[in-house]
């Protein structure tokens, strides 16, 4: 499990891209109160989620539109095809760990 930010650093209903450095970036989501947290990057293209929509438990990207479930991470609607990387998340306190690899 790796610390990602505090649970007031997340908007509600938007995310928060958490860089690393040369490492994959994570996007981190709060939900009806549930905190996700994905690769940022979209698998259809360069495009970062973290500044997508979201929508009935999904995210949409916001280049071209592709969409992926926030719980699965599976593809929810093309032109994405890869499945997203998705993370467990823990809430200690007021912050939020996941385990992302290293
Ligand atoms: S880059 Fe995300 S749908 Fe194309």
């Given at each position: 499990?790796i610390?990602?930010?505090?649970?007031?650093?997340?908007?509600?209903?938007?995310a928060k891209r958490?860089?690393r450095g040369?490492k994959?970036?994570?996007?981190?989501f709060?939900?009806?109160?549930?905190?996700h947290?994905?690769?940022?990057?979209?698998t259809?293209?360069?495009?970062?989620?973290?500044?997508?929509?979201?929508?009935d438990g999904?995210?949409?990207?916001?280049?071209?539109?592709g969409?992926?479930?926030?719980?699965t991470?599976?593809?929810?609607?093309?032109?994405?095809?890869?499945?997203l990387?998705v993370?467990?998340?823990?809430?200690?306190?007021?912050?939020?760990y996941?385990d992302v690899?290293?």
């Amino acid at each position: 499990m790796i610390f990602l930010c505090k649970t007031s650093d997340v908007p509600t209903g938007k995310a928060k891209r958490i860089a690393r450095g040369r490492k994959p970036a994570v996007a981190v989501f709060e939900v009806d109160g549930t905190f996700h947290a994905t690769a940022d990057q979209c698998t259809h293209g360069t495009a970062l989620l973290s500044r997508g929509r979201i929508e009935d438990g999904r995210i949409i990207c916001p280049l071209h539109f592709g969409s992926f479930d926030l719980m699965t991470g599976a593809v929810a609607s093309l032109p994405c095809e890869e499945p997203l990387a998705v993370y467990a998340v823990e809430i200690q306190g007021d912050d939020i760990y996941a385990d992302v690899p290293e």
